[in-house]
Every structure is written in C-alpha cells, then in structure tokens.
C-alpha cells in the first residue's frame, strides 16, 4: 500500500520544518492509492489540536508543569513549546552531543529523561560512529538550557532513565546486557545488575533473546523490561547495591534455551517485553510488548499493554490487558499496531502504537479499563509515545518503523473528559439524581484553545 506524506513543511527553522497550526495540521484527505482492507485509515476520535512537523522525532517527555516537550531527535534534542496547544512551537535545539569527544558527536539519539529541572539525554541507540554517552542539562530557563554534566561510556544506550543525580542505562554492548548506574556529578559508574546475577542459567540462552530494552526508575525502585527474559523490580535504593525485588513476567532460562529459533522467538508474542512505567504511586505497573508476524502462520501479531497491581512488590498481580488496535498486516513493514511507549498517569494511560494511532484509558479501576479517546491515520502518522502535558497531551510522530512514509512531528491533543460517577442517592443541585460529574481536560487555561481549534477545524472542514 502507499502511504502518503502528509504534513508538508512549510517552512524551516534550523532544520526542523514547521506546519501551519490548528486546521492545517489537521490530516488532509486520501491524495491516491487504495486503502488496505480492515480498520479505517481515517481518524476516529478528536481531531489533533496542532502538529510541529519535524526532520526526526522518538521520544518526547515533558516538564513536570507541562508547558515543554523535549524530544530525541537522532543527533540531538529539540525544546518544544506547548503552552498554546494549538500552536506547539519549536524554541531550542541542542545538537553536537559530546562533540568535544575524540570520536564526534552522539549519534542516533532515540531516549531521554527529565527529572524537575535536569534533563538527560543518552545514546547512541544502535550501533553507530560517534560518541557513546550521556549528556545532562539544567533546563530551569528552557529557552537557555546549561550543559552541567558529560560523560562517555563504553556502551550504545538504547533507553535511559533519570532520578536527578544518577542516570540508569541500558548497557547492552556489554556481556550480560546489564543495567548501569552512573553518577552523573562524579561520571562514575557506580552499580550493574544483570539477569546473570539472578541465575547462571541465563547464560545458556541467547543473549539476543533477553536485552534490557527499558529501565524506569521511581522511589529507589528500577523496572526493568528483559524482552523475552520478561520484567523484573529492583531495589536500588542504593544504587551501588541494586538487588532483586521480584520477577513480573516471563519464562525461565531453561524454556528460552530451548527455543529452536530465536530469530522468530524475539521477534513474536508472548515475550518482547520492550517498554515498563508505573503509575504515581507505583501501585500500578504497565508493561508493553512489542511483536510482529514474521513467518504468516498466524501465530505472531501486534502486542498489547499488560496492567500489574504492584501494591505488594513482592507479589505482582496481573489485573487486565489493553489489547492492540487491529491491522489488516502485522507484518515489519506493514500496518503495526503493537504497543509502543506509554504513560500512567492521574488515573489514565497516554499509549502510542505505531500505525495503530494513540489512545487514552481510564485505568482509575485498573480490573476495568476504559477507553476514553482514540485517533488513528494509519496511511499518515505513526506515534512512538504519548505524554500528558498541561491541558493537552502529546504524541510523537515517527517515521522508525519500516515501510513507513510519514512526516515525523509533535501532535497536540485534547485530553479527554473522564466522568467520575456520582454516588447513588446523591442529589444534584437541582434536585435531580445527578448522572456522573465530568473531570476536565488536563490542565488549566485550556479553554480558549479548544475554541480556537474548533473554530480553525470547521473551517477546514467546510473547505474539504
């Protein structure tokens, strides 16, 4: 099927081109070739409220007050504003990473973490020339962030994550592919932990069926996403001793080394666990497979998003499943849906699946989930994460993914309105047994922007 480009830079601003906002970032209908059988390749849900297209995007976090979205751009990180979600708008870019760096600058940024004020920014991802290392950045003033830490490491580093002082990595360069802890203010590695210090036997599988794909740390606790070696919880309340908690998920190191074809093996559910978060009070644990159909038996396809009560750590409970959006091909190249990165947050979780759009579950019960908000263009956007931001949220558009041909950018979207039951019995203030009490959009001053973008949108709808 071909797929069509469909956010036209307009303009361009230090490389990264912009789109106009509100109605003209808004899709634009089917410019030729035939759409696949199966779902729509048209939106559902509410329209975007503005889109940033951009050269390359992968992850985007957001500031702890909302108004900035950082985002991985391959050879570096762009600051993006969001305080009118109608009209995101670049306003830095921070690119020659380590470039003082006998090697060159980072390349193939694809992750990075934010904690208060201190960004970090990692890579490379996959193997590459250049640097391998971590940058820290003081971002109190976004408009002028302040490089405070560099360091090179002798690992690619696919995910990272961040407690403000020490950076947690994926170090699958290395034997073992470890977890590896680095004081950023001393730019020493300080702790390691690998499957191989749970069980030898881990030794006997292939390595390839068992990379530390994630690592998200909250609370002196690390989760770990071990891919077919499944998701594990560490204390690393010292982060020179971390030490197990429990296993999650997974199979055992015996089953794995019987696998007559890893290649099919990593690549198909029911392993892959690739991306791990929990909620705010880490009662909550949401991990991501990531899966394909790669030899048309029908046994492969697209993965979902598993929830994990985790009240007791040491005894993780499976709870419910986010199943993945449909596709007519499951195949590398073809219409993925599976479960990308997400966020569990304020009772909702922000996910991203690739061809399969974005979505929005109320996951308040977490036995009940309930889908509150999708959109999907499968021919034109395909979302490596969604972020909650103030008064919207954000979803980053990638064109990684083979046989994609998208326009990569930030999407801004309404958040959705949850409605919170009101008590049986319970009179409204006229009197009447109130049905449900709506809980509003996801931050303050978000009012005049939803008008905004309603009125640009039946504009652009009266014109197609």
Same mark, same amino acid.
């Given at each position: 099927?071909?797929?069509?480009?469909?956010?036209?830079?307009?303009?361009?601003?230090?490389?990264?081109?912009?789109?106009?906002?509100?109605?003209?970032?808004?899709?634009?209908?089917?410019?030729?070739?035939?759409?696949?059988?199966?779902?729509?390749?048209?939106?559902?849900?509410?329209?975007?409220?503005?889109?940033?297209?951009?050269?390359?995007?992968?992850?985007?976090?957001?500031?702890?007050?909302?108004?900035?979205?950082?985002?991985?751009?391959?050879?570096?990180?762009?600051?993006?504003?969001?305080?009118?979600?109608?009209?995101?708008?670049?306003?830095?870019?921070?690119?020659?990473?380590?470039?003082?760096?006998?090697?060159?600058?980072?390349?193939?940024?694809?992750?990075?973490?934010?904690?208060?004020?201190?960004?970090?920014?990692?890579?490379?991802?996959?193997?590459?020339?250049?640097?391998?290392?971590?940058?820290?950045?003081?971002?109190?003033?976004?408009?002028?962030?302040?490089?405070?830490?560099?360091?090179?490491?002798?690992?690619?580093?696919?995910?990272?994550?961040?407690?403000?002082?020490?950076?947690?990595?994926?170090?699958?360069?290395?034997? #073992?592919?470890?977890?590896? +802890?680095? =004081?950023?203010? %001393? *730019?020493?590695?300080? &702790?390691?932990?690998?499957?191989?210090?749970? /069980?030898?036997?881990?030794?006997?599988?292939?390595?390839?069926?068992?990379?530390?794909?994630?690592?998200?740390?909250?609370?002196?606790?690390?989760?770990?996403?071990?891919?077919?070696?499944?998701?594990?919880?560490?204390?690393?309340?010292?982060?020179?001793?971390?030490?197990?908690?429990?296993?999650?998920?997974?199979?055992?190191?015996?089953?794995?080394?019987?696998?007559?074809?890893?290649?099919?093996?990593?690549?198909?559910?029911?392993?892959?666990?690739?991306?791990?978060?929990?909620?705010?009070?880490?009662?909550?644990?949401?991990?991501? #497979?990531?899966?394909?159909? +790669?030899? =048309?038996?029908? %046994? *492969?396809?697209?993965? &979902?998003?598993?929830?994990?009560?985790?009240? /007791?750590?040491?005894?993780?409970?499976?709870?419910?499943?986010?199943?993945?959006?449909?596709?007519?091909?499951?195949?590398?190249?073809?219409?993925?849906?599976?479960?990308?990165?997400?966020?569990?947050?304020?009772?909702?979780?922000?996910?991203?699946?690739?061809?399969?759009?974005?979505?929005?579950?109320?996951?308040?019960?977490?036995?009940?989930?309930?889908?509150?908000?999708?959109?999907?263009?499968?021919?034109?956007?395909?979302?490596?994460?969604?972020?909650?931001?103030?008064?919207?949220?954000?979803?980053?558009?990638?064109?990684?993914? #083979?046989?994609?041909?998208?326009?990569?950018?930030?999407?801004?979207?309404?958040?959705?309105?949850?409605?919170?039951?009101?008590?049986?019995?319970?009179?409204?203030?006229?009197?009447?047994?109130?049905?449900?009490?709506?809980?509003?959009?996801?931050?303050?001053?978000?009012?005049?922007?939803?008008?905004?973008?309603?009125?640009?949108?039946?504009?652009?709808?009266?014109?197609?």
């Amino acid at each position: 099927m071909r797929r069509r480009t469909v956010l036209r830079r307009l303009g361009a601003g230090a490389g990264i081109g912009l789109t106009a906002g509100r109605a003209g970032a808004h899709p634009t209908p089917t410019d030729g070739g035939t759409a696949a059988p199966g779902p729509a390749s048209m939106p559902t849900g509410d329209d975007p409220l503005g889109v940033l297209a951009m050269d390359a995007v992968y992850e985007v976090v957001t500031s702890p007050d909302g108004h900035t979205a950082y985002v991985a751009t391959g050879d570096g990180v762009a600051f993006v504003d969001l305080v009118t979600p109608t009209n995101p708008r670049l306003i830095g870019l921070e690119r020659d990473l380590l470039a003082d760096s006998a090697d060159g600058p980072i390349q193939r940024v694809q992750d990075l973490a934010v904690s208060g004020t201190r960004l970090l920014v990692a890579g490379p991802a996959h193997p590459a020339d250049g640097a391998r290392g971590l940058i820290v950045f003081d971002v109190a003033d976004r408009r002028d962030p302040e490089r405070i830490a560099g360091v090179e490491l002798d690992t690619r580093i696919h995910n990272c994550d961040f407690d403000g002082r020490y950076a947690y990595l994926t170090a699958n360069s290395r034997d #073992g592919n470890p977890l590896s +802890i680095v =004081d950023t203010e %001393t *730019g020493r590695e300080v &702790g390691t932990w690998s499957l191989l210090d749970a /069980d030898d036997a881990w030794d006997d599988v292939p390595s390839g069926l068992w990379p530390l794909h994630d690592v998200w740390v909250q609370d002196g606790r690390a989760y770990l996403a071990y891919w077919d070696g499944g998701t594990w919880i560490l204390d690393v309340s010292d982060p020179a001793a971390p030490s197990v908690v429990s296993k999650v998920r997974g199979r055992s190191p015996a089953e794995l080394a019987a696998i007559d074809d890893p290649g099919v093996e990593r690549s198909e559910p029911p392993g892959n666990d690739h991306f791990v978060t929990v909620d705010d009070d880490a009662s909550l644990l949401g991990v991501g #497979g990531e899966s394909w159909e +790669i030899d =048309d038996d029908g %046994t *492969g396809g697209p993965s &979902g998003i598993e929830l994990y009560d985790i009240t /007791d750590p040491t005894a993780p409970e499976p709870v419910a499943t986010l199943d993945p959006p449909a596709t007519s091909d499951p195949s590398p190249g073809g219409i993925l849906t599976t479960a990308h990165n997400f966020e569990l947050t304020a009772g909702r979780c922000y996910s991203a699946w690739y061809n399969g759009g974005v979505r929005v579950h109320d996951v308040r019960d977490p036995a009940a989930p309930d889908l509150v908000f999708e959109w999907r263009d499968s021919e034109a956007a395909s979302f490596w994460t969604a972020r909650r931001a103030d008064g919207c949220f954000v979803a980053a558009c990638t064109d990684a993914n #083979g046989g994609t041909e998208v326009q990569p950018g930030v999407y801004a979207f309404p958040d959705p309105r949850i409605r919170t039951p009101t008590p049986t019995g319970a009179a409204s203030p006229s009197g009447a047994e109130a049905k449900g009490t709506a809980l509003g959009v996801g931050g303050p001053g978000f009012g005049i922007g939803t008008a905004l973008a309603a009125v640009a949108l039946a504009a652009w709808r009266a014109r197609r």
